[in-house]
């Protein structure tokens, strides 16, 4: 195939592959990568979406830590976790799982974190 024809079909495959704001990533696509890298076991060390799901999962993190900021300075905090809290990975899957098969696309991951502390750590 000819460089010039090559060219068209490498942009037309780019555009073609979803790309996502960090955070905005649906909980179902987040899923159903951390599912196939589950399955490839010790080989998902060297996978691009280990690195993508670790750093998708940080961002929304870090949009509901500066929310939650926000909503203590107005006095409405949205959860009460203890200072320094850690999301295991593992508990983060298990809660995403809570959301229902049809809600799963329509969720993003800043929603589900948010969703996860206000479940977790609620202000009493």
Do not use: H
Request: charged share 20%; aromatic share 8%.
């Amino acid at each position: 195939m000819k460089r010039s024809a090559l060219l068209p079909l490498m942009l037309a495959a780019a555009l073609a592959t979803p790309a996502f704001a960090a955070g905005e990533m649906s909980v179902a696509t987040f899923l159903a990568k951390a599912d196939a890298l589950r399955a490839r076991g010790m080989g998902a060390l060297f996978s691009p979406d280990m690195k993508l799901l670790k750093s998708e999962g940080q961002a929304a993190g870090q949009a509901y830590r500066q929310r939650l900021t926000a909503e203590r300075a107005a006095g409405r905090p949205s959860s009460c976790p203890p200072r320094g809290v850690a999301v295991s990975s593992d508990n983060l899957l298990a809660f995403l799982r809570t959301y229902p098969d049809v809600q799963r696309p329509r969720v993003t991951m800043n929603a589900a974190m948010a969703d996860y502390f206000i479940r977790k750590w609620p202000c009493r």
